[in-house]
């Protein structure tokens, strides 16, 4: 069963973040990890993560920076304070709307 795109859209900055909070990534890295970790739920595209990127860039969230692996010149990712900051505040933000809905489910159960 697939996820609806504008359920997964909403938490995708938060996710992204998360990763970061663990290891600097380049974005295939993401994308495989994210994939990974969510048992193939979360199938991100290149052209949906390089904007989020971008804009956590923008939003001094993340850095860039470039590093040569295996021959070829990768842009990895790096969380700022702040961006870790932001990830505390999404991740309380997502806590208190699952929570919120798990209970709006469980009416009528």
């Given at each position: 069963?697939?996820?609806?795109?504008?359920?997964?859209?909403?938490?995708?900055?938060?996710?992204?973040?998360?990763?970061?909070?663990?290891?600097?990534?380049?974005?295939?890295e993401?994308?495989?990890?994210?994939?990974?970790?969510?048992?193939?739920?979360?199938?991100?595209?290149?052209?949906?993560?390089?904007?989020?990127?971008?804009?956590?860039?923008?939003?001094?969230?993340?850095?860039?920076?470039?590093?040569?692996?295996?021959?070829?010149?990768?842009k990895?990712?790096?969380?700022?304070?702040?961006?870790?900051?932001?990830?505390?505040?999404?991740?309380?933000?997502?806590?208190?709307?699952?929570?919120?809905?798990?209970?709006?489910?469980?009416?009528?159960?």
């Open positions: 069963m697939g996820i609806d795109k504008s359920l997964v859209s909403g938490s995708m900055t938060m996710l992204i973040l998360k990763l970061l909070s663990e290891k600097d990534m380049y974005g295939y993401m994308i495989d990890t994210l994939r990974e970790k969510s048992q193939n739920v979360f199938e991100l595209k290149a052209g949906t993560l390089y904007p989020i990127l971008h804009s956590l860039e923008e939003n001094d969230l993340v850095t860039v920076y470039e590093q040569e692996t295996l021959g070829k010149t990768r990895y990712y790096s969380i700022t304070d702040l961006g870790k900051k932001k990830l505390s505040e999404k991740a309380e933000e997502w806590d208190t709307y699952q929570k919120a809905i798990c209970e709006v489910m469980a009416l009528g159960v």
